[in-house]
């Protein structure tokens, strides 16, 4: 097991009518902006709720917050919460409106004129002190709710950069699974794949002796297989949808990453995926990742056997063919939610895969637990997707 130090300072609020708390945790002098997406909050009856416990303080609204949050929109929202003089972000919705209110909450302290200066430059974050914010989550999936990261996409330029600081954690977040009873069926999918490949990125390396992770990381990835099928079928199932919110919080919230090697190939790939062609970010993992088995399955031969027995219950047969046995289980998932796993199912070609591999070339990125996936490997990787 590698060093580490771990702090996650969020305060979880979980369960059915848990908003109501929210006017214990926010001050009550705080100016505070909310922030949501599409409007579907006040479909599930989350701004109801959100708005009936802000009573009594000065509140005001952005809306839009698109899938993949835009950098286009998001500025706009960094003005307004500058001149409203907002001291306070509660973001109401999935992991992309929490993305967006973490970048808000960087921007309105940077004093840079071009805010996307700091996810180009990681270090020009550490002299921001975030403004406070906290969440409502209405759609489990990328762990935002509990994490001190963000991605963020400016289309202008076809970019999706990720970005991370201690000042993004949430002070609190709100978990209400019956704000996820009407998600469509692309959602809750994208989701679960989002939080399966959190575990897999943290987990799918090589060996190192970090046992409890393994078992937590195995935990998780087993919930997520046994409750896919009936929670695809009613999403209306509170204890379904309770365990996979719960799943999704803890794939990505540091715990299953203390002392061990981490990936994100995967994600990284995956962005520019998006960045270039729109797919949803839970479309391209669920691409890239039987993919990126394949073409690494030497060296990460170790974790894909203990994985494929430990999950999948492959435990027969040569090396080589367990690990077939354990990609094609890996594929198979994914499928079952309705998801195509190939470049070719959405006419995506080779033009594609140069235009990545240039742009890690350009970015001299070397990836992997080992840092060791150069741009050539990430062309096999997406050859081996088509």
């Not at 926010?26 to 949501?36: D, F, G, K």
């Not at 993305?99 to 921001?128: E, H, P, Q």
């Not at 997520?224 to 996979?244: I, R, T």
């Not at 080992?370 to 096999?380: E, I, L, N």
Request: charged share 20%.
């Amino acid at each position: 097991m590698e060093n580490f130090i771990t702090q996650n300072p969020t305060k979880l609020i979980f369960g059915k009518g848990s908003a109501a708390r929210i006017s214990r945790e926010i001050p009550s002098e705080a100016r505070v902006m909310v922030l949501y997406g599409g409007g579907s909050i006040k479909k599930n009856g989350a701004y109801d709720d959100v708005m009936r416990a802000l009573e009594g303080h000065v509140v005001t609204e952005f809306g839009g917050i698109e899938p993949n949050p835009k950098y286009e929109t998001l500025i706009q929202a960094v003005e307004l919460a500058r001149s409203s003089g907002s001291d306070f972000l509660l973001a109401v919705g999935g992991g992309s409106v929490i993305d967006g209110t973490k970048f808000v909450s960087c921007a309105m302290r940077y004093s840079g004129a071009n805010l996307w200066d700091f996810l180009l430059d990681s270090s020009l974050l550490k002299a921001i002190e975030p403004v406070p914010l906290a969440a409502v989550l209405t759609l489990p999936a990328t762990g935002s709710e509990m994490n001190n990261g963000g991605v963020i996409s400016r289309y202008s330029t076809g970019e999706k950069l990720p970005f991370h600081h201690d000042g993004v954690f949430p002070r609190f977040s709100v978990l209400d699974p019956c704000y996820c009873f009407t998600l469509p069926d692309r959602q809750v999918a994208n989701g679960l794949v989002d939080t399966f490949a959190h575990v897999l990125e943290q987990y799918l390396t090589y060996p190192s002796e970090s046992r409890v992770q393994d078992r937590f990381s195995e935990g998780i990835l087993l919930t997520l297989k046994e409750l896919a099928g009936p929670l695809m079928k009613n999403h209306a199932d509170y204890d379904l949808m309770s365990n996979f919110m719960i799943a999704a919080t803890m794939g990505l919230n540091g715990y299953i990453a203390w002392g061990v090697p981490q990936d994100w190939t995967t994600h990284m790939i995956g962005h520019e995926l998006t960045a270039l062609h729109g797919l949803d970010h839970g479309v391209t993992l669920a691409i890239v990742y039987p993919a990126l088995m394949d073409v690494l399955r030497e060296p990460k031969g170790d974790k894909l056997l203990q994985y494929g027995e430990r999950v999948w219950n492959v435990n027969a047969g040569s090396r080589e063919s367990r690990i077939d046995a354990t990609i094609s289980h890996t594929r198979n998932f994914f499928e079952s939610l309705g998801i195509r796993t190939h470049l070719s199912d959405y006419g995506i070609g080779t033009s594609t895969i140069d235009a990545i591999v240039k742009r890690f070339s350009d970015r001299g990125w070397k990836l992997g637990e080992r840092g060791d996936v150069d741009p050539a490997t990430v062309r096999r990787i997406l050859e081996a997707a088509m």
